[in-house]
């Protein structure tokens, strides 16, 4: 029997890759079918599935499987997403007035802050077809 030494491994920075895998989810997800109807994503949700007490606005549904979680020492890291047929304004709107409901401050216009965590508020696609993006982590 031979015995052959083991192929030398690759050597790639798992930051490299996650952060281009990262990237082709996110350009799926762009360039994907639209979202599924809300009773094929689990339920009529009133909040963001990972960010428990981030409440989603009338006439926006959790994009399912879209986002990501993960939990660090450091804290939480989520990004998740909603689309529906609203648009940016009355989104900025719902949020700047219900987030300082539920704790939150506003750092900027997209941006909220609350116990060691910051919330970013993004939108993607048109007023009528959006797509809002909201990540989550720690400040």
Known sequence: MTVRPAAARPTRRPTVVMKACLALALA??????????????????????????????????????????????SGRIVEAYAHGTVDTAAVRRFYRQTLPQLGWQRLGQDQFTREGERLQIDYLGADGDLTVRYTLQPR
């Open 28 to 73: 799926g997800l762009l360039w994907a079918a639209p979202p599924a109807p809300a009773a094929a994503q689990g339920g009529d949700s009133d909040y963001v599935a990972d960010i428990v007490d981030l409440p989603l606005m009338e006439g926006l549904r959790e994009v399912a499987d879209a986002g990501m979680a993960f939990d660090k020492p």
